[in-house]
């Protein structure tokens, strides 16, 4: 059996984001083994072992700069169609939400363009996006499905999410979701779409493996928790994994329906309770926060941070990229946002797109730099971890590996990975 190739990556300082040691878990003047797809060793370039040295069948000198686990988005929307820019400026000249969603806007307006767009448009749409990402330092990103309502239609856009990530040098993780807004024709038969959602849709994407997760919009303005609960538990049956957009805009217990079906992760969690918090600590699911929603929609009520951190719920930090309420395709920005209107610190917020992020798409294989983890890094041109938090709108990555191989990422301008081999 040929042996899996040892490539060195030297010259460089590690923000490992590993627990339990210096702060970001930082190794100055380091070197990383990558053996095959996975980290076989990191820790001080003077305590590299020499067999290592002497297996190396290709060495990578960053002239200095930082290395991060490969970023992680765990929670988007960004496979649709259209976008939502004319009831941005209306709302930004005067225009209530209500008289916009009256006027036929909202969801159900990026529902119509999503309807209405080919497959190929909808992945490249998306691949669009993602190289955005990309330029941050993005490895992985969950893409969720929920502008197709019907079957045939949320079956596109699951393909089209995996495809736009094949097209960005990205890998997509899916997720159905099936109860993101109640469609038109089903205005007076809600359980006429839950029925449809639970018997035919869920069997039909769980057989199908377009999905590992499944979602919904636990809202007063969406669906009911009793309505989240019969739609999890189909879900669990098939397998699939539980995430929940929960609490968003008012206390629906969204949070402990999502913790009492071993939630991978809650999500928004504006107005979650105590009782809430608990429950996502008993249950160690992640609280996944987004403040590129609570920006645009200029929120007050800001996420229990301090609850949530005084329990030990694991804090994420998704980008929610979607055309209505989060049009933000930076993580960066998001990182920035969560210490800004949030108040996590520089190391929670990068351990949210990291470690944390991991965590909540159950990917244990990913999210530091340590050995036996794949090998997905972000290569910095910076002088610190916390300047990832500090900086808008700079070019800060410098490069990209997934799985050990570098992945030249068009939008980096001097991209270290450009013209390098797979090794
Ligand atoms: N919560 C949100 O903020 C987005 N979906 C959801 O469940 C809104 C999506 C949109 O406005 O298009
Ligand atoms: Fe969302």
Same mark, same amino acid.
């Given at each position: 059996m040929t042996q899996p190739n040892v490539h060195l990556v030297m010259d460089c300082h590690a923000a490992?984001?590993?627990? %339990? %040691?210096?702060p970001y878990g930082t190794i100055r003047d380091a070197a990383l083994v990558i053996e095959g797809e996975r980290i076989a060793w990191i820790g001080p370039r003077g305590d590299l072992p020499k067999s290592w040295s002497e297996r190396a069948t290709r060495t990578d000198r960053l002239e200095g700069r930082w290395i991060t686990p490969g970023l992680i988005d765990p929670h988007t929307h960004l496979i649709f169609g259209g976008t939502r820019v004319d009831e941005f400026e209306a709302r930004n000249t005067g225009t209530s939400y209500a008289e916009i969603a009256a006027a036929g806007g909202g969801i159900l307006s990026t529902v119509r363009a999503t309807q209405a767009a080919s497959e190929e448009d909808l992945s490249a749409g998306g691949a669009d996006r993602l190289r955005a990402l990309a330029?941050? /330092?993005?490895c992985v990103v969950e893409v969720k499905s929920g502008y197709g309502f019907n079957l045939n239609e949320e079956l596109k856009m699951l393909r089209a999410a995996h495809h736009a990530g094949r097209l960005a040098g990205v890998e997509v993780v899916a997720t159905y979701l099936g109860l993101h807004a109640l469609p038109p024709e089903y205005r007076d038969d809600r359980a006429g779409y839950l029925s449809y959602v639970c018997d035919t849709a869920l069997g039909a994407v769980a057989a199908r493996g377009g999905a590992d997760a499944v979602d919904a919009f636990c809202e007063t303005i969406a669906f009911t928790p009793e309505e989240t609960e019969r739609y999890f538990r189909r879900a669990q049956q098939l397998g699939l994994k539980i995430k929940l957009h929960a609490?968003? =805009?008012?206390?629906?217990g969204g949070a402990a329906l999502a913790a009492k079906y071993g939630a991978l992760s809650a999500d928004h969690l504006e107005y979650t309770s105590e009782a809430g918090i608990a429950a996502l600590a008993a249950a160690g699911s992640v609280a996944v926060l987004l403040p590129g929603a609570y920006y645009y929609l200029r929120e007050t009520k800001r996420p229990p941070v301090e609850a949530l951190r005084a329990a030990g719920v694991p804090i994420a930090l998704g980008s929610d990229l979607n055309p209505g309420t989060s049009p933000v395709a930076s993580l960066l920005a998001i990182l920035n946002m969560a210490l800004? =209107?949030? /108040?996590?610190t520089p190391e929670e917020a990068l351990a949210g797109v990291t470690r944390e992020a991991a965590r909540a798409l159950g990917?244990?294989? =990913? %999210?530091? =730099?340590?050995?036996?983890?794949?090998a997905d890094l972000a290569v910095w041109d910076i002088a610190h971890p916390a300047e990832l938090t500090y900086w808008l709108g700079r070019q800060l990555c410098r490069g990209r590996f997934i799985a050990g191989t570098p992945v030249p990422t068009p939008s980096i301008p001097g991209d270290f990975c450009h013209g390098l081999r797979a090794h």
């Amino acid at each position: 059996m040929t042996q899996p190739n040892v490539h060195l990556v030297m010259d460089c300082h590690a923000a490992t984001m590993a627990t %339990g %040691g210096a702060p970001y878990g930082t190794i100055r003047d380091a070197a990383l083994v990558i053996e095959g797809e996975r980290i076989a060793w990191i820790g001080p370039r003077g305590d590299l072992p020499k067999s290592w040295s002497e297996r190396a069948t290709r060495t990578d000198r960053l002239e200095g700069r930082w290395i991060t686990p490969g970023l992680i988005d765990p929670h988007t929307h960004l496979i649709f169609g259209g976008t939502r820019v004319d009831e941005f400026e209306a709302r930004n000249t005067g225009t209530s939400y209500a008289e916009i969603a009256a006027a036929g806007g909202g969801i159900l307006s990026t529902v119509r363009a999503t309807q209405a767009a080919s497959e190929e448009d909808l992945s490249a749409g998306g691949a669009d996006r993602l190289r955005a990402l990309a330029a941050d /330092g993005v490895c992985v990103v969950e893409v969720k499905s929920g502008y197709g309502f019907n079957l045939n239609e949320e079956l596109k856009m699951l393909r089209a999410a995996h495809h736009a990530g094949r097209l960005a040098g990205v890998e997509v993780v899916a997720t159905y979701l099936g109860l993101h807004a109640l469609p038109p024709e089903y205005r007076d038969d809600r359980a006429g779409y839950l029925s449809y959602v639970c018997d035919t849709a869920l069997g039909a994407v769980a057989a199908r493996g377009g999905a590992d997760a499944v979602d919904a919009f636990c809202e007063t303005i969406a669906f009911t928790p009793e309505e989240t609960e019969r739609y999890f538990r189909r879900a669990q049956q098939l397998g699939l994994k539980i995430k929940l957009h929960a609490d968003q =805009l008012s206390d629906t217990g969204g949070a402990a329906l999502a913790a009492k079906y071993g939630a991978l992760s809650a999500d928004h969690l504006e107005y979650t309770s105590e009782a809430g918090i608990a429950a996502l600590a008993a249950a160690g699911s992640v609280a996944v926060l987004l403040p590129g929603a609570y920006y645009y929609l200029r929120e007050t009520k800001r996420p229990p941070v301090e609850a949530l951190r005084a329990a030990g719920v694991p804090i994420a930090l998704g980008s929610d990229l979607n055309p209505g309420t989060s049009p933000v395709a930076s993580l960066l920005a998001i990182l920035n946002m969560a210490l800004i =209107l949030f /108040g996590l610190t520089p190391e929670e917020a990068l351990a949210g797109v990291t470690r944390e992020a991991a965590r909540a798409l159950g990917r244990d294989d =990913l %999210g530091t =730099l340590a050995p036996g983890k794949r090998a997905d890094l972000a290569v910095w041109d910076i002088a610190h971890p916390a300047e990832l938090t500090y900086w808008l709108g700079r070019q800060l990555c410098r490069g990209r590996f997934i799985a050990g191989t570098p992945v030249p990422t068009p939008s980096i301008p001097g991209d270290f990975c450009h013209g390098l081999r797979a090794h």
